[in-house]
C-alpha cells in the first residue's frame, strides 16, 4: 500500500482479554516502531524493529506487552491480559533504512484501543 | 525536568496571523523532528532537520543545535492548520523522545 497500515482501528475489549494489534509498514521499509498516546498524554515509544536486528523492547510497560515482526515486514503488538490503563491509541511507524536519527518516520492512523 | 519541552501549550489565532512554535530539549541529538497530529489523531511527519531552516510552503522550521532550540513557523495561517504540532528528538538512539505538543487553533 502507499501508506502505514494498522489493523483494526478501534478496539474494544473487557478487560483481562488479550488482544492483537496489527501494523503493515511501508513495502521496504526496514525500520517499524510502535508507540502509544493515552488520552491527553504525549506518545510514549515501546519497540523498535530494525532489519533483522534484535528488536529494542525497552519501552515495553510490563511483560504483559509484547510484539513480532514475521518477515521483516508486517509487525503485531500483543497484549495480554488487559488492564483499563492499557487503554490508549496505539500507533505504528516506519521508515526506509535507519530510523530518526537521519530519517523522517511515516506514522499509520493508529488503533484505538478501550479496555473496559 | 522534561527533555523535550514546548510552548506555547496551547495557541489560538485569527486566520492570517504569522505563527511560532518553539522547541527546546535538553540531550545531545542529530536531527529533529517536527510532526502535525490533526483532530482525527493522524500524524504527519512535517519536517526532519539537523541544522539551518527548512521550508515547505507556509511552513518553516529552524534549528539551532549549539543553543538546543528549534522553532516552527507557519505563515498566513488558515484554519485547517489547526493541530497539535510535536516537537521529536532521538538522544543519540533510534528512540524518539516527545515533546508533549502545542495544540493550535486557527479561528477565521
Known amino acids: 500500500g502507499a501508506g502505514v497500515s494498522q489493523s483494526p482501528s478501534n478496539k474494544v475489549t473487557e478487560k483481562g482479554k488479550d488482544v492483537e494489534l496489527r501494523c503493515d509498514p511501508i513495502s521496504g521499509h526496514t525500520a517499524l516502531y510502535w508507540y502509544r498516546q493515552s488520552l491527553g498524554q504525549g506518545l510514549e515509544f515501546l519497540i523498535y524493529?530494525?532489519?533483522?536486528?534484535?528488536?529494542?523492547k525497552s519501552g515495553l510497560p510490563s511483560d504483559r506487552f509484547s510484539a513480532e515482526r514475521t518477515g521483516g515486514s508486517v509487525s503485531t503488538l500483543t497484549i495480554q491480559r488487559t488492564q483499563q490503563e492499557d487503554s490508549a491509541v496505539y500507533l505504528c511507524a516506519s521508515s526506509i533504512r535507519t530510523g530518526p536519527t537521519n530519517e523522517k518516520l511515516f506514522f499509520g492512523s493508529g488503533t484505538q484501543l478501550s479496555v473496559l | 525536568k522534561n527533555e523535550v519541552e514546548q510552548s506555547p501549550q496551547n495557541l489560538t489565532a485569527q486566520e492570517g496571523e504569522f505563527i511560532t512554535i518553539n522547541c527546546s530539549y535538553s540531550v545531545g541529538i542529530s536531527a529533529l523532528h517536527w510532526l502535525q497530529q490533526h483532530p482525527g489523531g493522524g500524524i504527519v511527519s512535517l519536517f526532519m532537520l539537523s541544522s539551518g531552516k527548512k521550508k515547505h510552503g507556509r511552513l518553516i522550521a529552524t534549528i539551532n543545535i549549539q543553543e538546543k532550540h528549534s522553532s516552527l513557523h507557519i505563515t498566513a495561517s488558515h484554519p485547517r492548520d489547526s493541530a497539535v504540532y510535536i516537537c521529536?528528538?532521538?538522544?543519540?538512539?533510534?528512540?524518539?523522545?516527545f515533546g508533549t505538543g502545542t495544540r493550535l487553533q486557527v479561528f477565521p
Open positions: 524493529f530494525q532489519g533483522n536486528s534484535a528488536p529494542d
Open positions: 521529536a528528538v532521538p538522544p543519540n538512539t533510534d528512540k524518539l523522545i
